[in-house]
Nanobody
């Protein structure tokens, strides 16, 4: 089982940067990868990016890959999402997720709100 807690959300002016963090508490759960998703107002949840736990291989949605990066700290069981050149359309609830295999995401945080202002 894994518990995930996000932090770092807030109000950011367009063009600004924000760094989100996610802390994982694992109990018998071996992390294969952790990732970030987001859900904007009236939209479905969408994938932002992920990082594999051992090798640190990252992958991102094409729409954001030039503005975001994910990093990890294995010792602290945390991942960060660095977002740059934020736009108002980046306004969303950002969720952290974890999985123990390449398959489905198994654990989700409650989300942290990011609001981009013009």
């Amino acid at each position: 089982q894994v518990q995930l807690v996000e932090s770092g959300g807030g109000l950011v002016q367009a063009g600004g940067s924000l760094r989100l963090s996610c802390a994982a508490s694992t109990l018998g759960f071996k992390i294969y990868a952790m990732g970030w998703f987001r859900q904007g107002p009236g939209k479905e949840r969408e994938f932002v990016g992920q990082i594999t736990w051992i090798c640190g291989v990252t992958s991102y949605t094409r729409a954001m890959r030039d503005r975001v990066s994910i990093s990890k700290d294995n010792a602290k069981n945390t991942i960060d999402l660095q977002m740059n050149s934020l736009k108002t359309e980046d306004t969303a609830l950002y969720y952290c997720a974890a999985k123990s295999t390449e398959s489905n995401w198994e654990g989700w945080g409650k989300g942290t709100q990011v609001t981009g202002s013009s």
